[in-house]
Nanobody, 115 residues
Framework: QVQLVESGGGLVQPGGSLNLSCAVSGIIFSYYAMDWYRQAPGNQRELVARIPAGGVTTYADSVKGRFTISRDNAKSTVYLRLNSLKPQDTAVYYC?????????WGQGTEVTVSS
C-alpha cells in the first residue's frame, strides 16, 4: 500500500532553519507530483509547495523565497528546506500524493518556531 513517512520537524528559534523529509513507498515515485501542506491549530490545511514529476515548482506566497522543495527519485523521497522561519510557520507539516485520483497523506511532522 501507499505509505508516506515524514521526519525532521522540531523546535527552532525565529530566523532558524529546518530540513523536512518524506519517504514514500507503494507507488512509482517518479511519476507523480508531490506536495507539502501544513496545518496550524485552528486553521485549515494549506498547500505550501508542490514539485511536479517534471517541471516548475510552486510555492504559497507566504513561503516564497524562504522554503525550497526538492525530490530524489532514486530514494523516493521529497524534501522541504525551511529557512528564515517565523512564528507563523508553526504548524504540522504533511506530505501528500494523489495517484489515481486518491489522496494519500503522511502522519505529519510538527514544526514549532518560538524563542
Amino acid at each position: 500500500q501507499v505509505q508516506l513517512v515524514e521526519s525532521g520537524g522540531g523546535l527552532v528559534q525565529p530566523g532558524g532553519s529546518l530540513n523536512l523529509s518524506c519517504a514514500v513507498s507503494g507507488i512509482i515515485f517518479s511519476y507523480y507530483a508531490m506536495d507539502w501542506y501544513r496545518q496550524a491549530p485552528g486553521n485549515q490545511r494549506e498547500l505550501v509547495a508542490r514539485i511536479p514529476a517534471g517541471g516548475v515548482t510552486t510555492y504559497a506566497d507566504s513561503v516564497k523565497g524562504r522554503f525550497t522543495i526538492s525530490r530524489d527519485n532514486a530514494k523516493s523521497t521529497v524534501y522541504l528546506r525551511l529557512n528564515s522561519l517565523k512564528p507563523q510557520d508553526t504548524a504540522v507539516y504533511y506530505c501528500h500524493v494523489r495517484p489515481s485520483s486518491r489522496d494519500y497523506w503522511g502522519q505529519g511532522t510538527e514544526v514549532t518556531v518560538s524563542s
